[in-house]
């Protein structure tokens, strides 16, 4: 098997498209044409990260925290960690590949993680994004339609939420012209001819766009193929930062507390002032989440649940919930999992592994 199968299958959860402007997710380094030996999962990077993939025989690391995240001006022996690890992943021939805002910004995601170990229900995207959709308007012979459309529909267009092969029809009437060189479906060279035609619209993520369009046209039997593209600029509730869910039932704030030292092997959490509210709906941010208060505030939650606020930033709550800091490592610890869970399940037979070495730079004196 090769990197990019790996690659296929991990795009085929968080498209690359979905990472913020400001990150750096895909492939870092090495080749994705190179056969893979073997998977490592990690959160983070480091010299001892790209030794234990040696040891273990994988020529693949997957890390959600991309190690490459700023401009590298250059890569020496004598340089910081960022640099000495990347050396040692080339002369290792370790291909390096991170999944990381674009993994936040699904639903099934890194912040699915911290969901379950709360057993949140009613889950919803906490700050879905905009202008990711994009709709197709075709026009084709009402017999060749059904044909046409599950070609979309298997490509990835008209998913709209929890609910798969959408589409709008509408029957008409086409007019063409063949000119010379032309080689109609239907008609008669220079004689304009009027058809019955199907109206079909099908929405689509716009990462998927090649692959529609081509699944359209391999579908289709017209030589030239009339459609449009428009742009949507709807909010695309299943993508975008953080989520929010109900606890099953209401929790004091000091349970609540408990239970997420408890569910995340706290040692210690930095919160707000307690509001004297009951805690049911919590908001959660995998990592550094201070700009999605506003909102948990806007959702009525409860609770918000993030990482590496800074001082003033608590005071955000306003008194109206309760921000909890559990640390971003804590708050991230199950990403490996959830992605060996999904590769293992994709490449039953095949080496996928879970780094053992915990990469957390924090540490406590209590």
């Not at 340089?79 to 805002?101: C, F, N, P, Q």
């Not at 990835?156 to 086409?174: H, K, P």
């Not at 220079?190 to 391999?218: C, D, T």
Request: hydrophobic letters at 40%; glycine letters at 8%; one cysteine or more.
């Amino acid at each position: 098997m090769q990197i990019k199968s790996v690659i296929k299958e991990l795009e085929g959860i968080a498209p690359t498209h979905l990472q913020e402007s400001y990150d750096n997710s895909g492939l870092l380094t090495g080749s994705a044409e190179w056969d893979c030996s073997g998977i490592l999962l990690t959160l983070d990077i480091t010299e001892n990260t790209i030794e234990e993939a040696k040891q273990k025989g994988c020529n693949l690391v997957i890390a959600h925290h991309p190690i490459i995240f700023k401009g590298l001006k250059k890569i020496t022996h004598t340089g910081d960690y960022v640099e000495r690890t990347l050396i040692k992943a080339i002369k290792s021939d370790v291909a390096l590949y991170a999944i990381h805002t674009n993994l936040d910004n699904v639903l099934h995601g890194v912040n699915k993680m911290i969901a379950d170990r709360l057993a949140l229900s009613d889950r919803k995207v906490l700050a879905p994004k905009d202008n990711l959709l994009k709709k197709l308007v075709f026009f084709v012979p009402p017999a060749h339609a059904e044909v046409v459309r599950k070609a979309i529909f298997d490509a990835g267009g008209g998913r709209l939420g929890n609910y798969a092969e959408c589409s709008f029809n509408q029957s008409g009437t086409g007019t063409f012209m063949p000119l010379e060189g032309a080689q109609p479906f239907s008609g008669t060279m220079n004689e304009r001819s009027s058809e019955p035609e199907e109206r079909i619209e099908i929405q689509y993520p716009a990462w998927l766009e090649g692959a529609v369009i081509q699944a359209m046209k391999a579908s289709h039997p017209y030589e030239e193929v009339a459609y449009d593209l428009i742009p949507v600029t709807n909010v695309a509730n299943q993508y975008g930062s953080g989520l929010i869910g109900v606890l099953p039932e209401p929790l004091p704030e000091i349970e609540f507390l408990s239970l997420l030292k408890s569910s995340f092997s706290l040692k210690i959490i930095r919160h707000s002032p307690l509001t004297g509210k009951k805690i049911q709906k919590v908001a959660v941010c995998g990592g550094a989440g201070s700009f999605l208060t506003k909102f948990a505030l806007r959702g009525n939650a409860d609770a918000y649940v993030t990482a590496d606020l800074k001082y003033h930033e608590f005071f955000d709550a306003d008194n109206r919930l309760l921000l909890a800091d559990i640390g971003h490592w804590e708050s991230e610890q199950f990403t490996s999992e959830l992605l060996f869970k999904h590769l293992i399940e994709k490449f039953p037979t095949f080496a996928v592994l879970k780094s053992g070495e915990n990469t957390n730079p924090v540490h406590y004196f209590l």
